[in-house]
Nanobody
């Protein structure tokens, strides 16, 4: 069974930085793209960033230049480095398998909460 465990969230001030991690298991990690999503209170889940199996990346316009997605195929972990954080980045952040769409069905981890506030 696919398992996804997000971590690294917390409370940060506007302009601050945070690095999220997603530990994955239950599939051949190196063969799949991975995507970070987020869901703000009262809003739908949205794609934040994606990375292909060969390392190509894609970002939502709202985070371009501020966020960086990366992966470590030895650790089976995908990361999201978030810089210059804004209050509108406040959300629960999730990872999932596949390029901008979950490929193993409607399974989600618990996510990790990022709150950007003074």
């Amino acid at each position: 069974q696919v398992q996804l465990v997000e971590s690294g969230g917390g409370l940060v001030q506007p302009g601050g930085s945070l690095r999220l991690s997603c530990a994955a298991s239950g599939f051949t990690f190196s063969k799949y793209a991975m995507t970070w999503y987020r869901q703000a209170p009262g809003k739908e889940r949205e794609v934040v960033a994606a990375i292909t199996s060969d390392g190509s990346t894609n970002y939502a316009d709202s985070v371009k230049g501020r966020f960086t997605i990366s992966r470590d195929n030895v650790k089976n972990t995908v990361y999201l480095q978030m810089n210059s954080l804004k209050p509108e980045d406040t959300a629960v952040y999730f990872c999932n398998v596949g390029y901008r769409w979950p490929v193993f069905g409607d399974y989600w981890g618990k996510g990790t909460l990022v709150t950007v506030s003074s």
